[in-house]
């Protein structure tokens, strides 16, 4: 890990930029947990402890989603939705989450309840920010009514077999909930799985799609863009 010298460090924080944006990735990117987070940077000489890497987690994970979401192209017009269940605190909440058809995650929203009343309420956010959809995939009832009020024109596909590219991404974070051992807020689960979903976008490409040249290519441009929002960082 190596800082660059034109990185200039954030306003009130001892550790140099790098050493924070590494954290933050390091823990988002993969199931790690903080304290594996704080031997890898340990092992790179920087003792930072397992607190700060959580307050670092919770501080920036949400600036580098917010940077990822920002430069992503537009939404495709043909959504996957989907939603399921998640333990916080001893009690069962949904997840509700929305994947286009090129497998970029557009949104999540976790809730108490799986009804009509909460997928009006997710879909009217995915409305708000990607305007109306082509085609919708889910097999839940629970769409029926908020589709024929607020996409009356939209195509709702139960089939079958549609929504396995969304069912797939619902893997990481059964990860990522085994290794902290359960959630423990619905706030600190929808703040970190929302930004762990937009690095997955970068960070994950399909790789079945991409040949083995386009794929080592990949992983250079996804650190680059990742040291580019590293210098947007702001404290």
């Given at each position: 890990?190596?800082?660059?010298?034109e990185?200039?460090?954030?306003?009130?924080?001892?550790?140099?930029?790098?050493?924070?944006?590494?954290?933050?990735?390091?823990?988002?990117?993969?199931?790690?947990?903080?304290?594996?987070?704080?031997?890898?940077?340990?092992?790179?000489?920087?003792?930072?402890?397992?607190?700060?890497?959580?307050?670092?987690?919770?501080?920036?994970?949400?600036?580098?989603?917010?940077?990822?979401?920002?430069?992503?192209?537009?939404?495709?017009?043909?959504w996957?939705?989907?939603?399921?269940?998640?333990?916080?605190?001893?009690?069962?909440?949904?997840?509700?989450?929305?994947?286009?058809?090129?497998?970029?995650?557009?949104?999540i929203?976790?809730?108490?309840?799986?009804?009509?009343?909460?997928?009006?309420?997710?879909?009217?956010?995915?409305?708000?920010?990607?305007?109306?959809?082509?085609?919708?995939?889910?097999?839940?009832?629970?769409?029926?009514?908020?589709?024929?009020?607020?996409?009356?024109?939209?195509?709702?596909?139960?089939?079958?077999?549609?929504?396995?590219?969304?069912?797939?991404?619902?893997?990481?974070?059964?990860?990522?909930?085994?290794?902290m051992?359960?959630?423990?807020?619905?706030?600190?689960?929808?703040?970190?799985?929302?930004?762990?979903?937009?690095?997955?976008?970068?960070?994950?490409?399909?790789?079945?799609?991409?040949?083995?040249?386009?794929?080592?290519?990949a992983?250079?441009?996804?650190?680059d863009?990742?040291?580019?929002?590293?210098?947007?960082?702001?404290?």
């Amino acid at each position: 890990m190596k800082t660059p010298t034109e990185m200039r460090r954030l306003k009130g924080y001892r550790f140099p930029r790098e050493v924070v944006a590494y954290a933050v990735w390091a823990y988002l990117r993969f199931a790690l947990s903080t304290a594996d987070v704080e031997d890898l940077i340990a092992e790179r000489g920087v003792t930072v402890s397992r607190e700060t890497v959580r307050k670092w987690v919770n501080r920036f994970g949400r600036d580098f989603a917010d940077c990822i979401k920002s430069d992503r192209p537009a939404a495709a017009d043909k959504w996957h939705l989907d939603e399921f269940d998640v333990s916080i605190n001893g009690v069962k909440q949904w997840l509700w989450r929305a994947v286009d058809a090129n497998g970029d995650v557009l949104d999540i929203l976790v809730q108490s309840r799986r009804n009509a009343r909460a997928a009006k309420r997710f879909f009217d956010r995915l409305i708000a920010r990607f305007g109306k959809p082509r085609v919708v995939t889910d097999k839940s009832r629970s769409y029926i009514r908020p589709i024929r009020t607020l996409a009356s024109e939209a195509d709702h596909r139960a089939h079958k077999g549609l929504n396995n590219r969304i069912e797939g991404s619902h893997r990481p974070t059964r990860k990522r909930e085994k290794v902290m051992g359960r959630f423990k807020s619905v706030r600190q689960a929808q703040r970190l799985l929302a930004a762990h979903d937009q690095i997955s976008t970068i960070f994950r490409p399909r790789r079945y799609r991409l040949s083995a040249a386009s794929y080592r290519h990949a992983r250079p441009d996804a650190s680059d863009l990742w040291q580019e929002y590293a210098l947007e960082m702001t404290a």
